[in-house]
């Protein structure tokens, strides 16, 4: 297992943080990340993680997406959701990107802002926190079904004022072995951070 600050600093800047409560936990507010398996380490001790590390790395732009929320049983949801979301907002407090803006790497830099939290639930949004963020997700070990499939959903969504993540991950030697997909991802970040200035 490779911990949160060993992802960051081979940089990884978007998470998929599936959040849960273990069943059967005396303590009523701990969670967990949960993706197939429940993580030994809790919730609030990998955000200080990152917390650390957005400090001392302040033009680096993270995007922390939480989603799931497994075992949130109607009893306590509404206690574990407002508790998860103080954490975040005291925890990262000015360093968090508001969803109102249309954030350039130029403003969040000078705001000092480098934290993004996606939140997926409606219930539970507030300004300093996003409602969940369009996800693409190649879903192949095949390069050129990637290529087809994030090329294909990314021209589909394009839009000056739509933020969206991709994900994929191949095991390569070569810097090009993506194809023109990253070279398109970038442009696209690119020609929006230099549209919006």
């Not at 990884?12 to 993706?35: E, S």
Request: proline fraction near 4%; charged fraction near 20%.
């Amino acid at each position: 297992e490779v911990s949160i600050t060993e992802q960051l600093n081979a940089g990884v800047r978007y998470f998929d943080l599936r959040i849960a409560r273990k069943p059967k936990d005396t303590d009523p507010t701990r969670l967990y990340f949960h993706h197939g398996l429940y993580t030994q380490t809790d919730v609030e001790t990998v955000l200080r993680e990152i917390n650390v590390w957005a400090e001392s790395h302040p033009k680096e732009i993270l995007i922390l997406s939480l989603s799931h929320f497994e075992g949130f049983d109607q009893t306590i949801s509404a206690q574990l959701h407002s508790h998860l979301i103080r954490f975040i907002t005291n925890l990262f407090g000015a360093k968090l990107i508001l969803n109102t803006d249309t954030p350039t790497l130029k403003t969040c830099w000078n705001q000092g802002k480098n934290i993004i939290v996606s939140y997926d639930h409606l219930a539970f949004h507030q300004p300093l926190i996003w409602r969940k963020i369009k996800y693409y997700y190649g879903n192949s070990m095949d390069r050129a079904k990637i290529i087809a499939k994030l090329s294909q959903d990314l021209e589909k969504e394009k839009s000056p004022h739509s933020f969206s993540s991709t994900s994929f991950a191949f095991v390569t030697t070569s810097p090009t072995s993506c194809g023109g997909v990253c070279q398109r991802c970038y442009d696209g970040c690119n020609s929006n951070t230099t549209r919006r200035q």
